[in-house]
């Protein structure tokens, strides 16, 4: 009788995975089609493999790990592994049982490019490469008629890193996306037909040391596919959809494959836990750690989800049993800026670092490209460099990385006081970075680095944007940006000026080193420092017009609102135009033709006659400087009388604690020492007051303390 009601299980689940985005098969992170190198089709054997023999479902069960054994033909064999009555020895980490991973991803098909990034990969010192996205997401990438043409580029990539000593991993998601059934009986003749794939993979690339192996954005994520064999209903309960539970799919099909390609095969094996939504992290969570018989190392992004950096730390870093976890970060900058626009923080890497070091952590790989846009040969190298030296002695100084990169990179020695002037000017990238490719913290813009084309709120109204699924403090944040009141548009507006004026003042400062730095690296720097200042611009503008629009601004009984719409507009205007003619109208990102697409298509909500810039934001950006491993110098101007409070913590939007800083008068600056921070860590501030009943806001600024010093 079970059986009877499959089929209408198996349609409904195939307009869930629709609906879910998950029946591509080519596609990882939900973002490859944001990558403009080509992707091979996979062509999957159906005589290996069919649709009524792969399943995928996600919820918690326990089996007997008796079960799930597998010897060298792929025939489970009970006796590999220890039954449920045997006391396991207890599992201690330590570090040192491990050489420290240094590890880089490689995305792109173009074999020279491969090939160049590899050497340099070399230069800092890693040991690690990754194949992905361009040149693999699934074994099945490899098989076709005719062959895949990266399997050629993949071998050259293998050796030439095996000749610096590095070892190589390709990126395997499971399932394909064809195969929304299987049967998870672990004799099932499918799984001997998907772990052959493996062996097959591993004959096409000889010297491969190992797989990352994944489940989120794959095809078929094994939450999202049907038991189709009665061996589930027998040792479970519920429906083909239910059966196995999503955990339980996840520990059968690790195991399944972990005895391939780690047990047989003497490989290495890293799974990846890639997650949409929060219910994905105990899936991995659970079934990682219930998994036996296999030795594998976990790999999690910094940020959980789509490296935004206002997101919480990845939960299943360090939590997925006895296992040890690096940490995938990107550096190209895929959501802030693409290594076009820099993005220049090594303080905000070892926050992200220090966490997995804390979690069983013994390395972390980098994403050091997106398409043709890398951070090599950019000012995001110096994420590199910090994230190289802080695997080695996580408490080195921030400020010596930033001094060697410097000294190194740009030929400003440490006695030189043009080394100090532009390390504040790359140290603010970052900030300028969250206000303008973020809303108050919320990722509520297009998925991607630029501006949108049109009056659109694209994260905001997609799962992945709501920022409550990952930590519920967020909420009332979130609420404000979603339904917008006009001192939510003045906040958001304060965001982007602090951008805007840090922006002006580091594109002032930069021209001071003209006679400094090589010409080739001045105009290649200025021209990233000049775009940083109109791109500030522009999203401040940007937001500005979507949010008083969003926030009533096409009603006429709230004129003002449509009249800060419009000089939007008209300020939009302006930066294209100027951008022209500074000769930047070809820039990848908030280029003057993507700019005037938007006011196009906005045009139709301007309903006021007169334009209207808001007024002066309250507070100037605030400026961090002698930041030591417990206290830091702050300071800032008021354009308006104002009685001023400074919220500060290790967590945002609550901050925690509250500090009086008294009354100030209209233009005032004010300087302070903030004292008793953590050593180490990261803390976070913002000024905060009243006037005439409404609160102002600063936007929120980050403070890294370094660890103290013997």
Not at 30 to 41: L, Q
Not at 177 to 191: Q, R, S
Not at 260 to 286: C, I, Q, S, W, Y
């Amino acid at each position: 009788m079970k059986y009877f009601s499959i089929l209408f299980i198996l349609l409904a689940a195939a307009f869930m995975i629709t609906a879910c985005g998950n029946n591509n098969a080519t596609g990882t992170d939900g973002d490859i089609d944001n990558i403009d190198t080509d992707t091979s089709e996979n062509d999957t054997d159906e005589s290996d493999l069919t649709d009524t023999e792969l399943d995928t479902d996600g919820d918690a069960a326990e089996s007997d790990d008796d079960n799930f054994d597998a010897d060298s033909d792929g025939e489970l064999d009970s006796s590999e592994l220890e039954s449920e009555e045997e006391i396991e020895e207890e599992w201690v980490f330590n570090r040192e049982d491990y050489d420290p991973v240094n590890g880089w991803i490689l995305l792109d098909n173009n074999k020279q490019a491969m090939l160049d990034s590899i050497d340099l990969a070399h230069q800092y010192g890693a040991n690690h490469i990754q194949f992905s996205h361009g040149l693999i997401m699934y074994v099945d990438d490899l098989f076709g008629d005719p062959p895949s043409s990266n399997i050629e580029t993949l071998n050259a990539g293998i050796e030439k890193a095996k000749g610096y000593g590095m070892k190589t991993y390709i990126w395997a998601h499971e399932l394909p996306g064809e195969y929304l059934t299987v049967c998870y009986d672990p004799e099932d003749p499918a799984w001997e037909a998907r772990n052959e794939r493996y062996r097959q993979a591993f004959t096409l690339l000889p010297n491969l040391d190992g797989i990352i192996l994944m489940y989120g954005s794959s095809g078929a994520s094994p939450w999202y596919t049907f038991c189709s064999c009665q061996w589930c209903f027998d040792n479970y309960e519920g429906i083909a959809l239910e059966v196995p539970p999503p955990d339980e799919k996840v520990k059968l099909v690790t195991e399944r494959i972990g005895q391939t390609v780690v047990n047989e095969l003497d490989k290495e094996m890293f799974v990846r836990t890639f997650v949409h939504a929060p219910n994905e992290l105990t899936f991995h969570g659970d079934g990682l750690t219930n998994s036996r018989g296999v030795e594998f190392t976990g790999m999690h992004k910094g940020p959980v989800q789509d490296w935004q950096p206002y997101n919480p730390h990845h939960a299943n870093i360090g939590q997925i049993g006895d296992h040890p976890s690096v940490l995938e970060l990107d550096i190209a900058g895929e959501y802030y800026g693409m290594s076009v626009l820099p993005f220049a923080a090594p303080g905000y890497y070892r926050y992200r670092l220090n966490y997995a070091w804390q979690n069983k952590g013994i390395g972390s790989v980098m994403r050091i490209s997106r398409g043709s846009s890398s951070a090599l040969n950019t000012p995001n190298e110096i994420n590199i460099k910090a994230i190289t030296e802080l695997i080695q002695n996580m408490e080195k100084p921030l400020e010596n990385i930033w001094d060697e990169f410097i000294e190194d990179k740009y030929n400003l020695a440490k006695t030189d006081a043009g080394q100090n002037t532009l390390k504040q000017i790359l140290k603010n990238t970052f900030p300028i970075r969250r206000k303008s490719h973020y809303v108050l913290g919320i990722w509520a813009l297009a998925k991607n680095s630029d501006i949108p084309t049109n009056y659109s709120f694209d994260m905001l109204k997609d799962d992945r944007g709501y920022m409550p699924h990952w930590d519920a403090d967020w909420t009332d944040r979130w609420n404000s940006v979603d339904k917008p009141t006009e001192e939510t548009v003045m906040q958001i507006w304060q965001e982007g000026t602090e951008a805007v004026e840090m922006a002006y003042n580091d594109m002032q400062a930069f021209e001071t080193l003209s006679t400094k730095l090589d010409t080739a690296i001045y105009e290649n720097l200025y021209t990233r420092i000049q775009h940083q200042y109109y791109a500030a611009r522009t999203w401040r503008a940007v937001k500005l017009f979507l949010w008083a629009k969003r926030a009533g601004g096409n009603q006429t009984e709230n004129n003002i609102l449509n009249s800060y719409m419009f000089w939007a507009s008209s300020e939009l205007r302006n930066v294209a135009s100027d951008m022209e003619d500074y000769e930047l109208e070809s820039v990848a990102l908030a280029s003057p033709a993507r700019i005037n697409t938007f006011r196009d298509n906005v045009q139709q909500y301007i309903t006021a006659k007169d334009p209207l810039k808001p007024e002066d934001a309250v507070f100037s950006a605030l400026a961090i400087s002698s930041v030591t491993d417990s206290s830091a110098e702050l300071s800032f101007t008021v354009s308006q009388p104002a009685h001023v409070y400074l919220d500060y913590g290790s967590e945002i939007p609550d901050y925690g604690q509250l500090v009086d800083l008294g009354q100030m008068n209209a233009g005032e600056s004010k300087s302070f020492t903030l004292d008793n921070l953590p050593e180490g860590a990261r803390a976070v501030v913002r000024l905060r007051t009243e006037i005439e009943g409404k609160t102002y806001l600063g936007g929120d600024f980050w403070i890294f303390t370094d660890f103290k010093q013997d």
